[in-house]
């Protein structure tokens, strides 16, 4: 592991949370600096990594693995909700947020500091293909279904996708970017992808909530246990199944351990659908995972 990247996020967040609780920044702090990691930082990483990819059958599973993991989660969010007899929209909640994994915000930065610069371009193929493609589709189709709106059409769902940044950059990255690009063009790109960490780590401080809904305590409890410990459990046969080389099945079970997509959360929250559960999950689910992570992250380097 790259212990001083750790500590940065650790420095960063505890910095996000301590500015969090004063009036030195502005409310919308925290959502500018997620824009700034979502127009620039993050295509910058795309075109950065995606020219070095091989192509080859295990990268399938890796675009695969969140597909597989959403399937999964159906099936088992299902069986709690009705062992445990969970709301409607605890059970909406827990399909988005179970399903679908920060994979980018936290995921490159975080796969970059404990498996190191070449396991980044596995996240970009995890993230691009498989949970953004979940989030425009699946993720819409939830809420929708819950939240007693009209689900999204084919139009709808494809100008979401077009109005995104990131994959106007894997287009670019896969066709136009040659792997070695002049020397200026590279470093530009490696300082915007470097600071990526910063940035995230500080919006998330600024904005994480641990508040517990207590009479939602079990609803989060199976959502934290499901994210954190099932379904990277469940990646590992997957990558296997596929023959993935050792990097290569690390930064795939190490995205499907990452916590709650942040853009999951909030579209549930902006649709009613069990806030309190919601920013809990995604809140808890970032800090327990500053542990779970490098605990996997060991776990598989001595398995892979």
């Known amino acids: 592991m790259a212990w001083d990247a750790f500590a940065l996020i650790l420095a960063m967040l505890g910095l996000g949370m301590a500015l969090g609780r004063t009036s030195l920044l502005p409310a919308n702090a925290p959502e500018t600096l997620n824009l700034v990691v979502l127009y620039v930082c993050l295509p910058a990483a795309v075109l950065l990594y995606v020219p ?3 192509m080859e059958w295990a990268l399938l599973g890796v675009a695969l693995t969140p597909w597989l993991l959403m399937g999964a989660t159906w099936v088992l969010v299902t069986l709690a909700a009705r062992a445990w007899r969970f709301r409607r929209d605890e059970y909406a909640v827990l399909l ?45 189709y ?11 059409t084919v139009r709808e769902i494809l100008l979401r996708i077009a109005r995104f940044p990131p994959p ?25 992808a470097e600071a990526m960490l910063p940035l995230v ?25 499901l994210k954190l410990l099932v379904m990277p459990a469940l ?40 806030p309190r559960l919601a920013a809990a999950l995604v809140g808890y689910g970032i800090v327990l995972c500053l542990a779970t992570l490098p605990a996997w992250a060991w776990l598989l380097a001595r398995i892979a």
Do not use: K
């Not at 939830?142 to 999204?152: C, E, Q, T």
């Not at 990452?258 to 659908?273: K, R």
């Open 142 to 152: 939830v809420v929708a279904r819950y939240s007693g709106d009209a689900a999204p």
């Open 52 to 54: 070095a990819l091989r």
């Open 201 to 225: 780590m500080l919006a998330v401080g600024l904005s994480i909530q641990l508040r517990l809904p207590r009479d939602e305590v079990r609803p989060l409890a199976t959502g934290l246990a």
């Open 96 to 140: 988005l947020c179970v399903g679908l994994s920060n994979s980018s915000f936290i995921g490159y930065p975080m796969v970059r500091a404990l498996l190191g610069e070449d396991a980044v371009q596995y996240a970009v193929v995890y993230d691009q293909f498989g949970t953004f493609i979940l989030l425009s589709t699946v993720g819409l």
């Open 235 to 274: 990646a590992v046969p997957i990558s296997l199944a596929f023959g993935m080389p050792a990097m290569m099945l690390r930064a795939n079970v190490l995205e499907s351990a990452m916590p709650t997509m942040i853009s999951a959360a909030a579209l549930a929250m902006a649709h009613g659908l069990a």
């Open 168 to 192: 106007w950059a894997l287009l670019v990255g896969l066709t136009l970017m040659p792997e070695q690009p002049p020397e200026w063009i590279a470093s530009g790109l490696r300082r915007l």
